[in-house]
T-cell receptor, first 114, second 117 residues
Framework: AQSVSQHNHHVILSEAASLELGCNYS??????LFWYVQYPGQHLQLLLK??????LVKGIKGFEAEFIKSNFSFNLRKPSVQWSDTAEYFC????????????FGTGTQLKVEL | NAGVMQNPRHLVRRRGQEARLRCSPM?????VYWYRQLPEEGLKFMVY????????ESGMPKERFSAEFPKEGPSILRIQQVVRGDSAAYFC???????????????FGPGTRLTVT
């Protein structure tokens, strides 16, 4: 079955530290990839997306993600986190041939300390 | 541009009662999705609808749950005879186009947190 896994459930970083959150999926076909963020008390917002082309995609607020097809991965990165990045981050995958639904990972709770 | 609207934001029901969750998509969006998030889990797809049509209900429990998206008005997710296990956050999303890659880009509402006592 198609699935999405996020390896880190809780991450604590100090301000200015670099961030990398892992996301892997299981599927040999074409995928469309998304990272969403949920700030405390707010709804999910789209951070960035990959459909095709350059596998390194840039999103809002200084985030980027790299699609590595051979690894079935779409890791999220930010060179220097801020306290305001404290939030929950969800990786989501659209598997072609599976309708329009998105399959989500379990999320990573990021806490950035001052 | 108003985003996806959901109401109520919080809903408390006793076991056996009915819960009705409403979702208004973004302006110009005609496709709606419902997802459920249980504690400590990611969002799980339930149902995908367009106006007056259910397109994909593969994630919807077979009993007690139903969804509709009428020609006029919001989409409704209805849970009959709620049980404690239905306690969760229910998120609605809408998408901008009917075909092509941008139809996979979904915009989410703030969610309805259902508590069953």
């Amino acid at each position: 079955a198609q699935s999405v896994s996020q390896h880190n459930h809780h991450v604590i970083l100090s301000e200015a530290a670099s961030l990398e959150l892992g996301c892997n999926y299981s599927y040999g076909g074409t995928v469309n990839l998304f990272w969403y963020v949920q700030y405390p008390g707010q709804h999910l917002q789209l951070l960035l997306k990959y459909f095709s082309g350059d596998p390194l995609v840039k999103g809002i607020k200084g985030f980027e993600a790299e699609f590595i097809k051979s690894n079935f991965s779409f890791n999220l990165r930010k060179p220097s986190v801020q306290w305001s990045d404290t939030a929950e981050y969800f990786c989501a995958v659209h598997f072609t041939g599976g309708g329009n639904k998105l399959t989500f990972g379990t999320g990573t709770q990021l806490k950035v300390e001052l | 541009n108003a985003g996806v609207m959901q109401n109520p934001r919080h809903l408390v029901r006793r076991r056996g009662q009915e819960a009705r969750l409403r979702c208004s998509p973004m302006k110009g969006h005609s496709h709606v999705y419902w997802y459920r998030q249980l504690p400590e889990e990611g969002l799980k797809f339930m149902v995908y609808l367009q106006k007056e049509n259910i397109i994909d209900e593969s994630g919807m429990p077979k009993e007690r749950f139903s969804a509709e998206f009428p020609k006029e008005g919001p989409s409704i997710l209805r849970i009959q005879q709620v049980v404690r296990g239905d306690s969760a956050a229910y998120f609605c999303a809408s998408s901008p186009k009917t075909s092509g890659i941008y139809s996979y880009e979904q915009y989410f509402g703030p969610g309805t947190r259902l508590t069953v006592t």
